[in-house]
Nanobody
């Protein structure tokens, strides 16, 4: 059994920064995909970034602004979000699983409950 809990969300002005963390309990393989996704009201969930091993991948919409970094005490990476835009506002979710594609949300077995990010103009 795996439980994941996101934290670090909040309300910021455009151009501001937030760091999201994901605390995980239970067994998560070191070879798992570790991903971040987001979902805005009325929109489908979209992939933001993911890490497997030491390799990181980013959606084009956040590349250059968001950065994944591994917590030494936690196998799940934190998501540093800089230069936030109003279109970044969403519920952000961390996820983990052994997958063939780390950007595919449909097969991730483990999900957190989300942390809200609001960006004002």
């Amino acid at each position: 059994q795996v439980r994941m809990v996101e934290s670090g969300g909040g309300s910021v002005q455009a151009g501001g920064s937030l760091r999201l963390s994901c605390a995980a309990s239970g067994y998560i393989s070191r070879g798992s995909c570790m991903g971040w996704f987001r979902q805005a009201p009325g929109k489908e969930r979209e992939w933001v970034a993911s890490m497997i091993g030491s390799s990181t991948y980013y959606a084009d919409s956040v590349k250059g602004r968001f950065t994944l970094s591994r917590d030494n005490a936690n196998n799940m990476p934190s998501l540093q979000m800089n230069a936030l835009k109003p279109e970044d506002a969403a519920m952000y979710y961390c996820a983990a699983g052994q997958l063939v594609s780390c950007s595919d949300s449909s097969t991730y077995p483990y999900w957190g409950q989300g942390t809200q990010v609001t960006v004002s103009s």
